[in-house]
């Protein structure tokens, strides 16, 4: 971030000191590339967050299916299961392609205007170099500049990119260690002595067919 508020500036001002046309067509471009990123930037968060979400639903799924899988055996549905398993991660395959198509996108616009910029560039100064309007030193410093005058701004599109991902598993990480800590609230339980007594009446107990069981009990004192 510091690499793209700083760095483009002083390349920007040795060119304007070399050639200043080359430093306007360089300065107006800038603006354009920011746009676009800004632009493309919203709508790579908004497909990160969905595969977060799909991503979630996924290893929440598999999770569920490692538990179950001896219920799902024993019901014969393992087969039928993996489909559903299938179907997720398909979900989270789609999910995953259209961000990527956001990245390459913002990609291919920065390295258009970019290159755009630069070949304008070369171009203005390599006709000013045949009519003798420019020394062959400052459009040879210019045009070796010019590239570098871009770098940290694509540099910083990759690594936006590539954290999204992380920022977004970041902020779920967040949220659970903001939570208010439940308080447990410890019960004062009577002490058990000689004179103490546990009764029981009319406890019944009943499993399909089986006849019904009515138990009365009592425990009183020490006994076992």
Excluded at 93 to 110: Q, V
Excluded at 118 to 136: D, K, T
């Amino acid at each position: 971030m510091m690499n793209m508020m700083i760095i483009p500036w002083l390349i920007l001002a040795v060119v304007f000191y070399f050639d200043t046309q080359s430093g306007v067509i360089l300065l107006l471009i800038f603006p354009l590339i920011i746009i676009f990123m800004i632009i493309l930037g919203y709508a790579a968060q908004t497909k990160a967050d969905k595969q977060y979400k799909a991503f979630q639903l996924l290893s929440n799924h598999f999770i569920d299916s490692l538990r179950g899988i001896d219920t799902l055996k024993m019901f014969g549905l393992s087969k039928k299961y993996g489909k559903s398993i299938y179907n997720t991660s398909e979900e989270f395959r789609k999910s995953t392609m259209s961000t990527l198509k956001i990245g390459i996108l913002s990609t291919f616009a920065l390295d258009f205007f970019t290159t755009l910029a630069v070949a304008i560039v070369a171009v203005l100064l390599g006709l000013r170099l045949i009519n003798g309007v420019i020394p062959l030193f400052p459009a040879l410093a210019v045009l070796i500049l010019a590239p570098e005058y871009f770098l940290p701004v694509r540099e910083f599109a990759n690594d936006y990119h590539a954290t999204l991902d992380g920022k977004n598993a970041m902020r779920a990480v967040d949220q659970v260690l903001k939570e208010p800590e439940l308080e447990q609230e410890s019960l004062d339980l009577a002490t058990w002595d000689e004179n103490s007594r546990l009764s029981m009446e009319n406890l019944s107990v009943s499993y399909e067919s089986k006849p019904v069981l009515t138990l009365d009990f009592s425990v009183k004192g020490l006994k076992k």
